[in-house]
Structure formats: structure tokens, C-alpha cells
């Protein structure tokens, strides 16, 4: 599976717009972009995924570069039950293959 | 609530023990998977099981064990506890329809701490 890049940690002022970017330069043609995010020790909480189109539910939207190797994610209006860990995975289409979840972006939603 | 269940919530123990940790998944989810979270480690992916047989290993050491039930709840087992086996364990799980895999629905955890 690719490998990810996410920075270390980000803020945002509630009501905003947090923008997580994340770097996946060797993704191969069949694998996904997931995001989930883990709010302090609970467990971790699906968001978001796609293969080549941007995608937009509920939560949140996906934004997938052409290339496809690098996607951000979309908070449209963060509140303050938004801080948490978020990640960012690549992963194939395929039973039997691992999650790696790296160690995420701290997003902190400032009042 | 994500719907997958885990017991016990908290175990403290001392080395040299096993202890075995439970997972029920969503209704209708087929796939189970286990992960442990540690402060040095992050969250590391241990085993997955779809339907009552294994599909993927990853760093989980000799000491540990897994299996899925045929009513699809999975047990994840710690022997000869160490130390450095403190942490969270989480299980999850997905429907796995075939090749498409989907979201992973995660259960509260155990927190495990070895004395």
C-alpha cells in the first residue's frame, strides 16, 4: 500500500473551513483514499473515501488532485467537536490488504 | 455508537498472563479486524478475518492469536503478557461485499494494562 504524508498538526478558528491535506505520490491506479479521524482515545471514525472523483457526504468532502497523488479533505464549517487525529490511508480495493493509518494530522478547532 | 461491541472495557493484569479480549461486529458485517494502539506505536493493524478465515496479517507477534466464530464475533488472545503489551486494542468491522471493501466501523476498545 502507498505510503502517506500529513502534517504533523493543524489548527482552525470554529466555523471556518479546515482544509487537511495529504500526499500519497505513489498510489497505485486501484487504490482508495480514505480518511478517518479519532477524537482523543475513542476509537477511530470513518469519513470519507474515494478512488478518482471528488466526493462530498455529510461529514465532509474529498478533494482528489488529477494525478491523484495528493487529496484534501474538506471540514466545511469545523466546530469545536472537530479536534481530533485525522488520517489519511491509501489502500487497494482488495480483501486481505492492511490498513496503515501513520500518525495523522492533530487538527485543534480554536473558539 | 458505531454498533461493533468490545469487552471488557478496561483489564489490568501482570506478566506472564493471557487474557482474551472480544469483539462483536455490526449486524451483517463480515469482516472483522483487530488493531492495537500504543503511545510509541500509533495504530497498528494486527489481523483480519472475513467470515471465519483469516486474510491478513499484520504486526502481530507469536504470542497473540485470533479467530472469528461462526456467528462472526472474534476473539482476540494475549499470552505471556509483557510490559509492552499495554495498550488499546480495537476491533472493527465492514461488510466486505466481495472486492469492495468499504468503511471500517470501530468498537470503544480495551485498554489493557500489564503489571
Known amino acids: 500500500d502507498a505510503k502517506t504524508t500529513q502534517p504533523t498538526s493543524m489548527d482552525c478558528a470554529e466555523g471556518r473551513a479546515a482544509n487537511l491535506p495529504c500526499n500519497h505520490s505513489?498510489?497505485?491506479?486501484?487504490?482508495?483514499v480514505y480518511w478517518y479521524r479519532q477524537i482523543h482515545s475513542q476509537g477511530p471514525q470513518y469519513i470519507i473515501h474515494?478512488?478518482?472523483n471528488n466526493e462530498t457526504n455529510e461529514m465532509a468532502s474529498l478533494i482528489i488532485t488529477e494525478d491523484r497523488k495528493s487529496s484534501t479533505l474538506i471540514l466545511p464549517h469545523a466546530t469545536l467537536r472537530d479536534t481530533a487525529v485525522y488520517y489519511c490511508?491509501?489502500?487497494?480495493?482488495?480483501?486481505?490488504?492492511?490498513?496503515?493509518f501513520g500518525t495523522g494530522t492533530s487538527l485543534t478547532v480554536i473558539p | 455508537d458505531s454498533g461493533v461491541t468490545q469487552t471488557p472495557k478496561h483489564l489490568i493484569t501482570a506478566t506472564g498472563q493471557r487474557v482474551t479480549l472480544r469483539c462483536s461486529p455490526r449486524?451483517?458485517?463480515?469482516?472483522v479486524y483487530w488493531y492495537q494502539q500504543s503511545l510509541d506505536q500509533g495504530l497498528q493493524f494486527l489481523i483480519h478475518?472475513?467470515?471465519?478465515?483469516?486474510?491478513a496479517k499484520g504486526n502481530i507477534l507469536e504470542r497473540f492469536s485470533a479467530q472469528q466464530f461462526p456467528d462472526l464475533h472474534s476473539e482476540l488472545n494475549l499470552s505471556s503478557l509483557e510490559l509492552g503489551d499495554s495498550a488499546l486494542y480495537f476491533c472493527?468491522?465492514?461488510?466486505?461485499?466481495?472486492?469492495?471493501?468499504?468503511?471500517?466501523?470501530f468498537g470503544p476498545g480495551t485498554r489493557l494494562t500489564v503489571t
Open positions: 474515494g478512488l478518482k
Open positions: 490511508i491509501v489502500r487497494a480495493d482488495s480483501t486481505g490488504n492492511q490498513f496503515y
Open positions: 472493527a468491522s465492514s461488510l466486505d461485499r466481495e472486492r469492495w471493501l468499504g468503511e471500517q466501523y
Open positions: 478475518y472475513y467470515n471465519g478465515e483469516e486474510r
Open positions: 505513489t498510489i497505485s491506479g486501484n487504490e482508495y
Open positions: 449486524s451483517g458485517d463480515l469482516s
